[in-house]
């Protein structure tokens, strides 16, 4: 930590900052006066609250955090990739893994016809809400726990994992017993004592980045679910709150490089919230894979335009999925990646019933 | 809702289009050509979900919402102000109200001074919590279900009521037996499960704006609790997140009278958090009065340099805390508002004790 | 400036950067090992580039600029109020100007009434466009240099000054010879040839923060100004870009106290344009005044639904125009303001024509 | 046009917002009544200053706009793709053209060893700045029309084209003698008369997207020019301003294939601006490929520690940039590009002296 002072302040009251500081055990100040401004450095491991107090002290005009606030998350503390091996599929490292399925489960003939879709193309896991959180109280919340036992089913018959949304700590273990990976979505990323519950099992989850989230709090979102004991955390890039309005939100490819550089733990994109456009799916998820994406989650369903949710709006049809799989896998080998490697070929499409 | 079609699509697209809108139950269609693209007009209640579904319909250009998709929170619904009265301290209309205290619950004594200073300068309310949101897990968490009991003494004991922060729909209850208010932060504006716990109760609720939220989210969201059943709600704008970095958040004081116009619930503005710069909280407190706001939540410690969270850096002095009050009682009467009328005249101000 | 390096880096390659920045003539280098990484002083003047540099250089984690790169604009360097005369009608310190007007000059009778109606009701300075910055190329761009000769004639007529956007360097010259003071618009901001123009005259320059700006760039845009030799800039808030779209723009008010205390400026606040709602005028000058603004910038017409431009939908009607002065005529003494001091008492209100 | 009333204004209100729309020629209006609101359909080309005035009468909630602002920039108006040739190089279409080069022009022989390097790396456009736009007075404001001659000089030699950035009209003619390509930077992208000036003449223009704009008024700025007679535009992506400060910017790949949608005029990126750091410029310009760009504009300098300008951290060097475009060139045939189609297979790279 780094505390800057106002210009032109005197002796006295640079030796009270440092007093201040030094009462703290363990910590050290170390001052350096430059022509207009002292610098007074902090050495030794200082409580985060000791820089915000330092921030609102008379003579200070700024503090800087040097270190990071999260330590497991960080790149630093376990330089290898994290490499999560679900049931034999992994998902980081050089594996480019595709989770693909409908918004929400809707009835077992939807979540079935959807999972042999997925399969055939040459997805790995199926994606499917069962809680939806909706932003008005009159919309379809989701058909429930049920919803759940449909889609562990259909995952099951088809050969893929499943991965499922959970909103709130009391639902943690009902949907760690059906579905392989839990999902936190975006409006919950901050949502502390959820992510203290996942701390508390082992099965892997996909942290959604908050929409308004900085790299810096998604990564100390991270970091709740890790030091709880839980090491198998994967981060969704799923865009960005921004004043352009044409796509529903801005998809923030830097991120997936900056992630990874500043931690371990693989990134995954969606493309499909992160534009909210059909149209634009197919460009962005070849751009995230560019970018060095660890996989990514999009919506496909068999009649969109029928779906319970509204989120048909960006969902692929079943063949466009299976054409975007394939095109995946000539790309990813340029960018260092493996497609699903323990499949068919990608895109052996076929037909399909609404 | 308003379908757009795109330019020169052929009439039997349109006739599709009609023709799946009117599959809908209760809902009609209106079609209007013009030079250049086809305006659907859709009358009737329609599902939310239908808009989305056309959305991503072939042909469609645009959807836009006519109508609200909130109904109780909305002034078209409930044209008078809405009034909320706490054990006689009455909440909306031209009343103003001051809550203050510290950010976190510390000790017994700690609480007991603030809430003696709070009361002497002309607050209502001591604020404080006892469970803190924080960015980082090994950060200070707060005091627990403790600091709850301490600060429920020191309101008791000064003859104020009390607002905490509850975070999670298991401890609403235990707050609700101590606090006379609830408060949703920033973070959990669209924490549904906890949103819909609050409807269950009659405790007033203090629903914080999500930091990356817009009016019409904010309103979806006060309309959760609504539904449920509880009409003790009161908005609170507490700073969005803009590009600009020297101020903790940018205090959006257009929503208070954009607030006030779309909806009958009490705005309450909190300049510490929209600020987090001590040396703000003034100007921004006044100009939130004259914008109309109904009421301030302000952080205020005897000794902020000490606090046990950072937060001290934007908590007021006791005597900044006096004298901002005793202005804003001169300032109330220009703008249409009350201060404290239960009261002797504000800004009594006492020596205090760290 | 100071360099943060990387985790663990070696001593060589501290060495390297320490001799890097210490071949610059008068800078010096001030090493400080943390724990973890090391922070490096840079003492003395050194150019801004070299921060870029060194970010880029291997090693470097981060780079902070400690000094502010403006000097004149800064209150470090003029400690006291900037206080501009213009024909005695003084702007900045403790008085409180109010500038009123249509969008854009459209004919002489237009701007004579709509000059009578702002002197009567208390203003000081006329406003009007002759030069319109249009997003598109097909809406009207203004009526030009004679929109100039008649805006000057109304303003000498009922003894107002006279306001006008310049939009490009070829027309300072001929804009300063009819107005009072010359309008950057808030998309010239960083028009660096119109900034160096400016500060080659006397005439004072009402500079608009670009909408996308911080209060850095603002102050480092008027810096332009005062170094060229021109010292009578007013810093003008308008409203800046963020996700909300039912204003037009976000009115950031804290931009007033702090852009006073960063800065010896006088500071205009533009609620119209920064609402771009009629409805939100009232409740945002006064908020501005209570925030501390200098003065306030507010759009007014006679007949707004059939003016040139479409920001009629933000003008006051001259009657609400006349009772706002009067009501900010009470306020300003509450915050230390002076309203007006040369006139008669505000909002003598009179009838107008269309 | 649409206009959206308020819920239950009464019928004589309608009336007269009807009369006042058909008083413009050639529109007439088109009523639909609600349960709730009333829609009037404006069908007939409308002035848009006449959707502003409607918004700001009374009993209108809201005005949507049905048809697009901008004309010849549109993909209705202009189906095919625009394949802009100079000089034998086609830029838009299936080519991928890749602009190369220093941030500013310093001297003969830099800019003359960059040139060769661009070239030999498979480059078709030497990229360099004369005159520098800078947010501060006092940074080094580029070597003026001096550099516009050297870059000329080096560019003939190596065979490339070049490309410069003009900020004000009166220096338009002169960069358009030198440079083959004229860049307006994102802080003129509203700087309406530099957009006319540049409509007079036939030169290219490469048109970077403001920081904070849309879409809309993006492509509504290329109009300005193609309005005034110059077809030869294209747009460039280069990162919009967000909450995210880690990256210089945010570049918002979905910008891609949403202006290629829109628009018929090539899309550039520039990962270089867009994120401000070297180790992002190769994964994003990857991706910004997979997203379907037309071409890259990259910095790359062969000293970027002794650059002149600060951007020296985001500019790669040669070899890094080699590197690219090798794999670049592998990566365009899958998303239907050829790379330079004119030249010798890509990243022959030679060794260069700093």
């Known amino acids: 930590m780094i505390v800057i002072t106002k210009s032109n302040i005197d002796n006295a009251r640079i030796e009270e900052i ?3 500081i030094e009462r703290n055990e363990g910590v050290q100040a ?8 002292t610098v007074i450095g902090i050495i030794g491991q200082a409580d985060p609250a000791l820089g915000d107090h330092l921030r609102g002290m008379k ?5 800087i955090k040097v270190s990071k606030s999260y330590k497991l998350a960080s790149r630093d503390f376990h330089p290898d990739d994290t490499i999560i091996d679900i049931k034999g599929v992994k998902i980081g490292g050089s594996n480019l893994v595709i989770m693909g399925g409908p918004c929400a489960v809707e009835t077992p003939e939807q979540i079935d016809e959807i999972a042999r879709l997925v399969k055939a193309a040459g997805g790995q896991v199926l994606r499917g809400g069962a809680f939806k959180p909706r932003t008005g109280p009159y919309s379809f919340q989701g058909v429930g726990v049920e919803g759940l036992a449909m889609m562990a089913e259909a995952g099951k018959k088809h050969g893929l994992l499943t991965i499922t949304e959970v909103m ?3 639902y943690v273990d ?3 017993e059906y579905a392989d990976i839990l999902q936190v979505g975006t409006r919950n990323m901050q949502n502390f004592d959820l992510l203290r519950k996942l701390g508390t099992i082992q099965t892997p989850v996909l942290l959604k980045r908050g929409f308004s989230s900085t790299y810096d709090e998604f990564l100390n979102a991270a970091e709740y679910i890790l030091a709880g004991g839980n090491p198998n955390v994967m981060l969704c890039e799923r865009g960005i709150r921004t004043f352009e309005t044409y796509t529903r939100n801005t998809l923030d490819l830097s991120a997936i490089p900056v992630l990874q550089s500043l931690s371990h733990l693989p990134v995954i994109s969606d493309p499909s919230h992160g534009t909210g456009r059909r149209e634009l799916v197919e460009p962005m998820s070849k751009a995230s894979v560019a970018a060095g994406a660890n996989g990514l989650i999009v ?5 969109p335009d029928n779906s319970m949710t509204g989120d048909g709006v960006q969902s692929l049809f079943p063949d466009q999925f299976a054409k975007l799989l394939k095109e995946l896998e000539q790309l990813a080998p340029l960018v260092g990646k493996e497609f699903n490697t323990e499949k068919e070929p990608a895109g052996a499409f076929v037909e399909w019933k609404k």
């Open 18 to 20: 440092v007093a201040y």
């Open 30 to 37: 170390h001052v350096s006066k430059g022509t207009d401004r």
């Open 59 to 63: 003579g200070v005009e700024n503090v």
């Open 168 to 170: 709130t700590p009391e």
């Open 174 to 176: 009902v949907c760690a």
């Open 299 to 303: 919506e496909m369903h068999t009649d």
